[in-house]
DNA sequence: AACATATTCGCAAACGTTTGCGAAAACCTT
DNA sequence: AAGGTTTTCGCAAACGTTTGCGAATATGTT
């Protein structure tokens, strides 16, 4: 039983095509009991409305797009799966672009957005991304473009993204409350305007208490320099009496060097990060955080794209409030 | 500038629509310099051809569905993220539908799929599926469904999984050939078909080789409940020499426990786990796993499904071969 | 020069749906 | 019973594209 179309539908009910189309769908101009005969029909041969048909006469999509860098990560997981749902439950779908940190596959996806004349798009640029006039282009076709986690700096653009200097600041006033004295910061590669806020606000807090910590600040670039550098800071007789880690890659570096060098949290060290949620359950105990959770991301970048959708056309920057979760590390 | 159609093409360049639309797709019936003409315009003004008009009058789609339990799992992560690449690279695109693990709305994911008409689905059921012929009436509407994963038991229909049975015989051997004498193996629930079937040939394993090894198979539906039974295990005074986890979820209550009794690896106790390979490499020393990858698995259902579009009709069941990665937990 | 063939292009229908508008039929109102 | 409303429905155009077919023009052959 191939495709039945609204034009089956009318010749089997001897009804037009415009009748049927405006019964299934309750329109006041179609008698209640035509409305029900025609309703009963189309369940009991399962229609289905072509949704290219509908796209097309309406120019109107129900999809999204989601650009990102790579999705084999643990915020870019609980983002999407969090926009999944808001999607669905307002009847939209999702469509995964991976660029691969390559901002001509980044490109590349961009124009494909645009070919599906989606309804919009949520993107996540990638590190080398300097040119987002296309990106911003494409509101001059009516397609908004929410930007998350890693978006541009400077140009007026809709952001949605972790208030990167509250998650330091808190970070930094966490270990002043738990009177550490001797701390080891990680953060990531330097150039990242990310570790750049990052580093800075921590920095500042430090200061602006007037704390008397003792702070030594390193960048890793990785999750094995993270293990390298924790490896020679704490081999042996060191004075450090906690670690900070600004990043889930930093942090399983650390912890592998926790293992390897034996360590018991929290006595031998403490350890506080900066995370997504899911990685700080893999210890024991389980390690005290800062979270950036890509769920709420999700739900703000949603609402935010649906104001546009709407009608919104201002622009607005949007800082998802991180929160302490303690565990047993600190 | 709002949407440029070939219509608009057209007149611009004083030609036909159908002219215009053959020479974008480099027709032989159009002369060499028209199609250059028409091209150069085309780029110009940054056109796109509607992908809602194409899709509509070709009856084709270039989008894949995937209905998933859930995004936030290491194996689906690969899988998609391993799928998405290939999709990219044959022009097709992913939506992703996360059924929740609920029938109901994996029903309606359904739903939604034939409703776009994809060009085909990859789907991973849910535990609690008992009711497949909502997906094989799909095949009618000459919609291929590929299976991967999680899997249907008898029906006959396309599946791509991992080869449950041969990675546990692989677990198995590893054992015996290192010579274990006292194996705490934790297995998940009971009632699950690919529990079942890696209980079955673990201990078949055991007993085709004549091993004198003692084997304790336990059961552990999550995270926690494997931490709570590797702590009563191997609290004090235990006989142990190594545990089998069958997948990351026990693995990580496993390392849970070895950190909070302070083992150390693979002095104290050995690990052994059947894996998706991400997390093995967040302890130390590296656990040893057998590899149950999503990547190769997404690699056979894609080109599974590329036959299946071109015509193959028949079904198979292809098994995706587990391998050994050594790390320093043995 | 006459004809055959090749090249280049346009007409028009079709895909399945939505929707403004008008027509027919039914129902009131007086 | 005549006019006015309301209810119920169908016609036809439109969305942007593809494609079979035929027409016009150009090219080749004798």
């Given at each position: 039983?191939?495709?039945?179309?609204?034009?089956?539908?009318?010749?089997?009910?001897?009804?037009?095509?415009?009748?049927?189309?405006?019964?299934?769908?309750?329109?006041?101009?179609?008698?209640?009991?035509?409305?029900?005969?025609?309703?009963?029909?189309?369940?009991?041969?399962?229609?289905?409305?072509?949704?290219?048909?509908?796209?097309?006469?309406?120019?109107?999509?129900?999809?999204?797009?989601?650009?990102?860098?790579?999705?084999?990560?643990?915020?870019?997981?609980?983002?999407?799966?969090?926009?999944?749902?808001?999607?669905?439950?307002?009847?939209?779908?999702?469509?995964?672009?991976?660029?691969?940190?390559?901002?001509?596959?980044?490109?590349?996806?961009?124009?494909?957005?645009?070919?599906?004349?989606?309804?919009?798009?949520?993107?996540?640029?990638?590190?080398?991304?300097?040119?987002?006039?296309?990106?911003?282009?494409?509101?001059?076709?009516?397609?908004?473009?929410?930007?998350?986690?890693?978006?541009?700096?400077?140009?007026?653009?809709?952001?949605?993204?972790?208030?990167?200097?509250?998650?330091?600041?808190?970070?930094?006033?966490?270990?002043?409350?738990?009177?550490?004295?001797?701390?080891?910061?990680?953060f990531g590669k330097?150039?990242?305007?990310?570790?750049?806020?990052?580093?800075?606000?921590?920095?500042?807090?430090?200061?602006?208490?007037?704390?008397?910590?003792?702070?030594?600040?390193?960048?890793?670039?990785?999750?094995?320099?993270?293990?390298?550098?924790?490896?020679?800071?704490?081999?042996?007789?060191?004075?450090?009496?906690?670690?900070?880690?600004?990043?889930?890659?930093?942090?399983?570096?650390?912890?592998?060097?926790?293992?390897?060098?034996?360590?018991?949290?929290?006595?031998?060290?403490?350890?506080?990060?900066?995370?997504?949620?899911?990685?700080?359950?893999?210890?024991?105990?389980?390690?005290?955080?800062?979270?950036?959770?890509?769920?709420?991301?999700?739900?703000?970048?949603?609402?935010?794209?649906?104001?546009?959708?709407?009608g919104s056309s201002?622009?607005?920057?949007?800082?998802?409030?991180?929160?302490?979760?303690?565990?047993?590390?600190?």
């Amino acid at each position: 039983m191939p495709d039945v179309t609204l034009k089956k539908l009318a010749e089997l009910l001897n009804l037009s095509i415009s009748t049927v189309s405006r019964a299934l769908k309750d329109h006041a101009d179609v008698a209640i009991e035509t409305r029900q005969r025609v309703k009963q029909l189309a369940a009991m041969v399962d229609y289905e409305p072509n949704t290219y048909a509908i796209n097309l006469r309406t120019n109107l999509s129900r999809e999204f797009g989601v650009i990102i860098p790579g999705i084999a990560n643990d915020f870019y997981q609980s983002f999407i799966s969090s926009l999944e749902e808001e999607a669905r439950h307002n009847a939209y779908s999702l469509i995964i672009l991976q660029s691969g940190d390559d901002p001509v596959i980044e490109l590349e996806n961009l124009r494909r957005c645009k070919q599906n004349r989606l309804a919009g798009i949520f993107v996540s640029i990638t590190s080398k991304t300097n040119d987002i006039n296309p990106f911003l282009r494409l509101a001059d076709q009516h397609i908004p473009v929410i930007f998350f986690d890693i978006v541009p700096s400077y140009e007026a653009c809709n952001k949605v993204c972790v208030d990167d200097a509250a998650a330091a600041v808190l970070a930094a006033e966490t270990l002043i409350v738990q009177k550490k004295k001797n701390i080891l910061a990680i953060f990531g590669k330097s150039q990242l305007s990310i570790t750049q806020k990052r580093l800075q606000a921590f920095n500042d807090t430090f200061s602006k208490y007037g704390s008397d910590a003792q702070v030594r600040c390193i960048h890793a670039g990785s999750t094995a320099e993270s293990y390298e550098s924790v490896m020679d800071h704490l081999g042996s007789a060191h004075q450090f009496d906690v670690v900070f880690c600004m990043s889930d890659e930093i942090l399983i570096g650390v912890m592998k060097a926790v293992q390897t060098l034996g360590l018991q949290l929290p006595k031998d060290i403490g350890v506080l990060a900066i995370s997504e949620g899911i990685i700080p359950t893999y210890y024991f105990p389980r390690i005290t955080y800062i979270e950036t959770s890509g769920f709420k991301l999700a739900k703000m970048a949603f609402s935010r794209m649906l104001a546009c959708i709407a009608g919104s056309s201002y622009v607005q920057e949007l800082k998802s409030e991180p929160v302490l979760v303690a565990g047993g590390s600190l």
